[in-house]
């Protein structure tokens, strides 16, 4: 039996986002070399989700492609015999630009480590930061996100689990536990 309790309701998560789309803006001081690209699975959806954001508020359309790092990682060996590739949809160069990687948790740090390999076989950015909807500490590689939506001490038994609607039907983050 697990126990569960919910961290971030849909509108958190909703003001997380949008709260991460103008930090973007003013930490680049503008968007013309802005590319977001979201960590497949649920990074993805939540790139477009910032993008969408910044259409709000700035009234432009900031470019938006998906990762798969499956390849990448340095556990594909423990992941079985034939792991799910995903496709990468990424149809603007990065060479050169502001790319704000995506993703839904922080915890190791080798989701992003994996994440900066693929970019790094795309192309040499001007510079790559990093957005998380929720940090959980816990890092084993010396990386940190430039934009968190919440940062949530957990204990490395815990789960932090993201659902959203692209994927599970509803908007949102919870811990859980087994006891």
Known sequence: MSERKQILTADDIRRALVRIAHEIDERNGGLQDVILIGIRQRGA????????????????????????????RDDLRLRGPAPMVRKTLIQHDVTDKVVVLVDDVLYTGRTVRAALDAIADLGRPARIQLAVLVDRGHRELPIRADFV??????????????????????DQVVISRSV
């Open 45 to 72: 959806p939540l790139a477009e989700r910032i993008a969408a954001a910044i259409a709000d508020f700035e009234g432009v359309r900031v470019p938006v492609g998906q990762l798969d790092i499956t390849l990448y």
């Open 149 to 170: 939506g919440k940062n949530v001490p957990t204990a490395r038994s815990e789960r932090v689990e993201v659902h959203l609607r692209e994927s599970d039907d509803v």
